[in-house]
């Protein structure tokens, strides 16, 4: 049981440079979610999907597209990468709660630098 | 102003010390309220949920003063493997989709010293 796994760990693009982000998990959950953390910030929601099919904005879509492939995938893609992207990238999965009480399991994270 | 607020600290105690942290939010419709800790370079993890009636797990409490919108965390005989980030987490409906969203603070720095 791996929980949530990301590839890759580690990632340098140049500016204007396109690339996807893996996510997958063996949870059978329903709800997966990107984040972005960047120094001082917090994590900040970039995408989620609440369920299989669908996907939603978060606080921060801009620059970023996702595809929920399936219950098990959820991909993050960024179409032309800009400096401004550098961040750390954690996807996250989680059951569906009735009363907003639900625990999030991440990934290891993706560092990535634009340049 | 931030939704979610921490004092990022660092917080230096000595082994054995008692360290409490607060942290507040500004939306009154937030519904849930977690503890999340962070290993440097590390993904968050939950620690615990945070209730209205308070709650306890082992060296650590956390409680929740609705009218106040604040949430703590004590920890009590911190040990050298309680040194994390702690980040304040709260869940609420987001706007028009009605959509629940977890809100993150930033983050409180704990650093247990021998």
């Known amino acids: 049981n791996a929980g949530v796994t990301q590839t890759p760990k580690f990632q340098v693009l140049k500016t204007g440079q396109s690339m996807t982000l893996q996510c997958a998990q063996d949870?059978?959950?329903?709800?997966m979610y990107w984040y972005r953390q960047d120094p001082g910030m917090g994590l900040r929601l970039i995408y989620y999907?609440?369920?299989?099919?669908?996907?939603d904005k978060g606080e921060v879509p801009n620059g970023y597209n996702v595809s929920r492939l399936n219950k098990r995938e959820f991909s993050l893609r960024l179409e032309s990468a800009a400096p401004s992207q550098t961040s750390v990238y954690f996807c996250?999965?989680?059951?569906?709660?009735?009363?907003?009480?639900?625990?999030?399991?991440f990934g290891p994270g993706t560092r990535l630098t634009v340049t | 102003r931030k939704e979610v607020e921490q004092d990022p600290g660092p917080f230096n105690v000595p082994e054995g010390a008692t360290v409490a942290f607060n942290c507040t939010y500004s939306?009154?419709?937030?519904?849930?309220f977690f503890w999340y800790r962070q290993d440097c370079r590390k993904e968050p993890k939950l620690l615990m949920s945070?209730?209205?009636s308070g709650n306890e797990d082992g060296r650590f409490t956390a409680q929740l003063n609705r009218a106040s919108q604040y949430i703590s965390l004590l920890i009590r005989d911190s040990k050298l493997s309680d040194s994390a980030t702690y980040l304040c987490?709260?869940?609420?409906?987001?706007?028009?989709?009605?959509?629940?969203?977890?809100?993150f603070g930033s983050g409180t720095r704990l650093q247990v010293q021998p």
């Open positions: 996250a999965s989680s059951e569906t709660s009735r009363d907003g009480y639900y625990e999030q399991y």
């Open positions: 949870m059978n959950h329903n709800s």
């Open positions: 999907s609440a369920s299989e099919g669908t996907t």
């Open positions: 939306n009154s419709a937030s519904q849930s």
């Open positions: 945070v209730y209205s």
């Open positions: 987490v709260v869940n609420y409906l987001a706007g028009d989709t009605g959509r629940r969203a977890l809100t």
